[in-house]
């Protein structure tokens, strides 16, 4: 018997009170995820079970119980707060999938501070654009990735320390660095958790939009109870279950369900800190015998291009359940995984501004390939007309609107009350989706309604692309678009034009690639460059996205009435 039992009995008199109630949380209560994802586990007598199996390059393994994980968290925490951390300080996590990113997260909670976990392949604009904004004090890292800090440092006063969480000891420190070790801290055994309340904050994570900077956006402690109770009902946790979220901390789905969806229900999860191969995930599997498995579609279609014959030369026997994030899952691929795991996977939907599942298949439900299912319940969902009113015909498209009364739902954009306030209408929370709803109230992903770019599930905007490439020499002006990509699903294209005196060849274009890789990221970095004489331009001078896009899905091009054509 799954969890949910039965979807259409759930959201007939549903209650978030169902998630307070297991949790054991009532209104005005302290609330604290640190507490609850370890302390509290080891309080319903499973201390010694394995909370995390680790598995590093070269298959390097670790392995932590919940009492390792609540004395490391204890420890982590101490050590912050003895650097003069206080409750609601930033402390950025900017490591790989390493335990002491998890454990440090945690670690970060319990002193009431927030946590500001950003992807470690982030080059030194974006990583300082995410800490200015936030005005970070502390950063957390690894000797691999502390060189971009150093790079930055100068243009960050507040930021008042730089913690190394894996030095050798050779290279000397800098300013304001200093090495802190797990394994030699003295373990924190009695530890006084900071009383955070349900509307105290816990979490920064930062998104991409179409224009500006980048969106910081806040949750706060509250969200355990949607982040527990979906992780429990839509990824069916169960008490013996080995679970695994190939999603990376630095992005929602990864500390959602990677890590306080599960670990607040007391499940052992493992962690693969590799890069990927269909090869090598198939056999952490089998090793590990994993049995719940969450992941993203871009993932699934590569596992799809490594074939089926792979499949069968791995137990895969242990799975029993398997769901998907992040971008549109199409039908080919949830039928494939019917035929090659003996179970589809299960679409679900969410934003880093949810912070927890809207839109999901259940088990149990009916399995539409190509739908990404319906409302979780206590989730009021609709498409919406011109007039953000919901349209009760069946298979129109529209915006997407969520009623925003859910727990996890994001709060603020951080320093950014304006840019918040746009995402309402109506009532209505607008994700910047368009989808349909068919007679059955299944929702089917339409698109964007922006230009922001999905590639392989990571949100890049291409105006921050855009204001990178003109720091290049070469560069005399920019435009970033989607374009389409088989396994990806769009990847970053860009068309510049160049200054005088450089020569638009392929070096050049493998020099500026390179350049916003570092600047940026590798998912940020165009796969293609194309050197045009001018760039389309509206007679304002705005330059045209829309018809340089149109160009690469093979699209109408529409309504070029506003195009400068001197
Ligand atoms: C989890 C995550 C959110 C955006 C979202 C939408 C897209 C997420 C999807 C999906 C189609 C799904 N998205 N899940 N599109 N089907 N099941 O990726 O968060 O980085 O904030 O991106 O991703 O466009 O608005 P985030």
Redesign the pocket.
């Known amino acids: 018997m799954s969890n949910i039992g039965s979807y259409d009995e759930r959201i007939k008199d549903f209650s978030w009170k169902i998630a307070e109630e297991e949790l054991g949380y009532k209104e005005g209560d302290v609330i604290n995820i640190g507490w609850y994802c370890s302390d509290r586990i080891c309080d319903q007598g499973k201390a010694d079970k394995l909370a995390l199996i680790w598995e590093g390059l070269g298959g390097v393994e670790k392995r932590y119980t919940f009492n390792d994980v609540r004395l490391a968290s204890n420890t982590i925490g101490d050590h912050l707060r003895k650097l003069g951390v206080k409750n609601e300080d930033r402390v950025c996590l900017f490591m790989d999938k390493i335990p002491e990113l998890y454990l440090s997260f945690l670690g970060v909670l319990k002193i009431g501070a927030i946590a500001q976990p950003l992807f470690s392949a982030f080059g030194d604009e974006s990583l300082h654009v995410r800490l200015d904004n936030a005005q970070t004090k502390v950063i957390m890292t690894q000797r691999k990735h502390v060189g971009k800090v150093r790079r930055i440092l100068e243009q960050m006063p507040y930021l008042t320390h730089i913690i190394i969480v894996d030095h050798d000891g050779k290279k000397p420190l800098k300013e304001r660095e200093s090495v802190f070790s797990l394994e030699t801290a003295e373990k924190i055994e009695k530890f006084e958790i900071f009383p955070t309340k349900a509307e105290s904050p816990s979490l920064l994570h930062y998104?991409s939009g179409t224009t500006g900077q980048p969106k910081g956006v806040k949750h706060v402690h509250y969200s355990l109870i949607s982040q527990y109770l979906t992780a429990k009902w839509v990824l069916d946790l169960q008490d013996d279950d080995i679970y695994w979220c190939t999603a990376d901390p630095g992005?929602?789905?990864g500390t959602s369900y990677g890590i306080i969806g599960p670990w607040s229900q007391g499940i052992t999860q493992c962690v693969l800190d590799t890069g990927f191969s269909a090869e090598s995930w198939y056999k952490f599997i089998a090793k590990n015998k994993v049995s719940m498995w969450y992941s993203a579609p871009t993932a699934i279609r590569s596992l799809m291009k490594a074939g089926d014959a792979l499949v069968k030369e791995h137990d895969l026997s242990s799975l029993r359940h398997i769901a998907?994030?992040?971008?549109?899952?199409n039908a080919e691929a949830v039928i494939w995984s019917e035929r090659v795991y003996g179970m589809p996977f299960y679409?679900?939907?969410?934003?880093?501004?949810t912070g927890s599942m809207m839109?999901t298949n259940y088990p149990g439900m009916k399995v539409k390939p190509g739908s990404?299912g319906k409302p979780f319940p206590g989730i009021t969902a609709a498409v919406l007309d011109d007039n953000f009113e919901p349209i009760t015909e069946p298979s129109k498209s529209g915006l997407i609107g969520f009623r925003p009364d859910w727990p996890s739902m994001m709060r603020e954009y951080w320093r950014n009350e304006e840019t918040f306030k746009k995402k309402f209408a109506n009532g209505w929370y607008l994700?910047?989706?368009k989808s349909t709803i068919d007679k059955d109230g299944y929702y089917w992903?339409v698109g964007?309604d922006d230009d922001?770019i999905?590639t392989g599930?990571?949100?890049v905007s291409p105006f921050e692309v855009e204001s990178a490439l003109l720091e290049h020499e070469a560069v005399a002006e920019s435009a970033v678009v989607a374009k389409p990509d088989q396994v990806n699903m769009e990847v970053v294209k860009a068309f510049v034009t160049l200054n005088p005196g450089f020569i638009a060849d392929d070096d050049l274009e493998l020099k500026i690639m390179n350049f916003i890789r570092k600047k940026l990221s590798p998912l940020a970095m165009p796969q293609e460059i194309e050197y045009m004489e001018k760039l389309p331009k509206t007679r304002s001078g705005k330059i045209m996205r829309r018809m340089l896009r149109a160009k690469e899905w093979g699209e109408e091009i529409g309504d070029t009435s506003t195009l400068d054509d001197e």
């Open positions: 998104t992005w929602v789905t998907s994030v992040g971008e549109p899952l679409d679900t939907y969410l934003q880093t501004e839109l990404m994700p910047g989706d992903f964007r922001v999905n599930g990571h949100l």
